[in-house]
């Protein structure tokens, strides 16, 4: 599929197991060898929550060591997002992983902008 790609966004959660597949993102600069038009966008934080100590320093971490990469704010973890995925064509519950969804949405429209000037 990266094949026929113009651009990926990596998402996991801020937790040590999820983060250990951003080595994925070395699997999408090799593909970017095949398809040069392919550019990996950045790193989304999905599931977020704020309140757990491991999560927010790893979150820190990431902020710190791959700023270009992380793209921001994280999503909250929000209960009513759970099930929405089971409703398509539902618009997203209100709250604020809608309006980190939102927010982020305004960060790829700039990521994509960017990748287009290029």
Same mark, same amino acid.
């Given at each position: 599929m990266l094949c026929w790609a113009d651009g990926v966004?990596?998402?996991?959660r801020a937790d040590p197991l999820s983060l250990r597949t951003i080595p994925t993102a070395a699997a999408i600069q090799k593909a970017c060898l095949l398809n040069a038009r392919l550019n990996l966008l /950045? $790193? +989304?934080? +999905?599931? &977020?929550?704020? $309140?757990? /100590? $491991? #999560?927010? #320093?790893?979150l820190r971490h990431l902020r710190q060591v791959q700023p270009?990469? $992380?793209l921001?704010?994280?999503?909250? &973890? #929000? #209960?009513?997002i759970r099930h929405w995925p089971l409703h398509p064509g539902s618009p997203l519950p209100?709250?604020? +992983?809608?309006? !980190? &969804? +939102? !927010?982020?949405a305004g960060s790829l429209e700039a990521a994509i902008s960017n990748v287009a000037a290029v």
């Open positions: 966004v990596l998402t996991c /950045g $790193l +989304a934080i +999905a599931i &977020y929550k704020e $309140l757990d /100590g $491991l #999560q927010w #320093q790893l270009d990469l $992380l921001e704010p994280p999503i909250p &973890y #929000q #209960q009513e209100p709250g604020p +992983a809608h309006d !980190s &969804y +939102a !927010s982020l």
